[in-house]
């Protein structure tokens, strides 16, 4: 990495049209970024960007669509086809995912608490470990596989609310009631 930077500065030096056009290098205006730089943003090291919404709307907004379109294809009686499949599969990329942004504090008032709780995340890591499961199950294009992990997913969710989930959901955010998502075109 430090020898490309080099190589590039070399580069420059010997020929001024090597640094042309060099979009990435050029400085950023401060006019161009964020009209508040530091909201939400943190430092600029190489920590990951903080949540900027709270891990219930991450909950709604992507866990619960994505162990959705988990636990439909799971259900089905009939062979799943290829579509069907690269569904479940980009579902599951969509839970791992979430694992690991559920393991950040979001912006909800319990949020940082509840992620420096040793049994928060196990249950966020077991959630992962399931999605993986379910990309297995759909390397193998295997039903029966696919069941067994979407069961055990309802289980990891159930467990993680019944210990932490308060009454009513923080924010008044709940989750959306139409399912499959629904297409806004
Ligand atoms: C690591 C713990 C944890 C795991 C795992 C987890 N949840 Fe949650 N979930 C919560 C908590 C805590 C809340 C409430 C957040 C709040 O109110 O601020 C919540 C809220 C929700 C909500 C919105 C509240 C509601 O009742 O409508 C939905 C929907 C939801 N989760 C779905 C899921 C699904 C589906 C899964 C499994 C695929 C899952 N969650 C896995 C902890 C978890």
């Keep these: 990495m430090r020898l490309t930077v080099l190589f590039a500065a070399l580069a420059c030096a010997v020929s001024a049209t090597a640094c042309e056009p060099r979009p990435l290098d050029k400085p950023i205006a401060r006019s161009e970024t964020l009209a508040d730089p530091s909201a939400g943003l943190g430092s600029p090291d190489d920590q990951p ?7 219930n709307e991450t909950m709604v ?3 619960d669509f994505a162990a959705d379109g ?7 009686e009939t062979p799943l086809t290829d579509t069907q499949w690269a569904l479940v599969d980009q579902n599951a990329v969509n839970l791992i995912s979430a ?3 559920i393991t950040m ?3 909800g008032v319990n949020d940082e608490a509840w ?5 928060w995340r196990r249950w966020s890591l077991e959630m992962r470990t399931t999605a993986a499961q ?3 199950a759909v390397a193998a294009r295997d039903q029966e ?14 467990t993680c609310h019944q210990a932490f989930k308060p009454g009513l959901p923080s924010m008044g955010v709940t989750r959306f009631p139409v399912y499959p998502k629904p297409s806004t075109t």
């Excluded at 992620?115 to 049994?119: A, G």
């Design 49 to 55: 960007l903080p949540l900027a919404v709270s891990l």
């Design 134 to 136: 379910v990309r297995a």
């Design 105 to 107: 504090k979001g912006q």
């Design 70 to 76: 988990v636990w439909r294809p799971a259900a089905s």
């Design 145 to 158: 596989r696919l069941r067994l992990a979407g069961d055990r997913l309802v289980e990891i969710c159930q």
């Design 115 to 119: 992620v420096v709780n040793p049994d």
């Design 99 to 101: 694992a690991s942004l």
């Design 61 to 63: 907004a992507l866990v």
